[in-house]
């Protein structure tokens, strides 16, 4: 091969990653849209091929089987929830600010891949069934262990009034996932994304009036 064939070949086999990393993203979106709407079991790989647009082939050539598509598409969002979370509870702000934070973050992330509110949904009313549920809850559960320790902090300091940390996440977990289920349903009880944002941020901003201590006079 002489000098000026190897750049070329570079190129060409970099235009082949990134074509087959849209491919791949393209793939994981729509399985994943599928997803909201279906469980995995009425959901055939044609569906997920149609949707993004490419040939029920090229499925199995990224993702193997079936059962390797939805474990791919449950690493992609709980590599995107631990990030927006754990990036909240780093936040360099006030004990209140971060608690805030964490809420509006949490929220982003349930109304943006409300594959989660699924995922959660149906692992918590019949239990995990595969080590892809599974993982969901292991991470959930850590995630829900580290916004009690962001709240244990703003009572620490003395930002929020004395709760149970432990109670007032769980609480607060709970609810988010609730109200957000309300942008799956398909009844008169449905609530568009952008109302559930607005019914969590009405909510939150009553919760933390009563919860942020008041400053003293002088």
């Known amino acids: 091969m002489t000098d000026d064939a190897a750049p ?17 993203g393209l793939v994981l979106d729509a399985a994943e849209e599928l997803l909201t709407r279906r469980s995995p079991e009425e959901i055939r790989i044609e569906d997920v091929a149609a949707r993004a647009g490419i040939s029920p082939a090229s499925v199995y050539v990224h993702f193997g089987t079936k059962d390797g598509l939805w474990a791919a598409v449950t690493d992609r969002v709980l590599a995107v929830a631990t990030e927006a979370l754990r990036t909240a509870y780093a936040a360099q702000t006030s004990p209140v600010e971060r608690f805030a934070g964490v809420g509006a973050a949490y929220l982003r992330l349930l109304l943006d891949h409300p594959v989660v509110v ?5 692992s918590g009313e019949r ?9 969901v809850v292991v991470r959930f559960s850590e995630l829900r262990a580290e916004f009690e320790q962001s709240i244990t902090e703003a009572v620490s300091s003395g930002a929020i009034r004395p709760v149970d940390p432990e109670l007032m996440s769980y609480f607060l977990f709970g609810a988010w996932n609730g109200v957000a289920a309300m942008a799956l349903r398909r009844d008169a009880l ?9 019914a969590v941020i009405e909510a939150g901003l009553v919760l933390l009036d009563g919860l942020v201590r008041e400053t003293p006079a002088d």
């Open 8 to 24: 070329a070949v570079s190129e060409s086999a970099a235009r082949g990653s990134r074509r087959r990393e849209r491919t791949r």
């Open 118 to 122: 699924k995922y959660l949904t149906v």
């Open 190 to 198: 449905a609530l568009a994304p952008e109302r559930v944002e607005a």
């Open 127 to 135: 239990g995990p069934r595969t080590a892809t549920e599974d993982e």
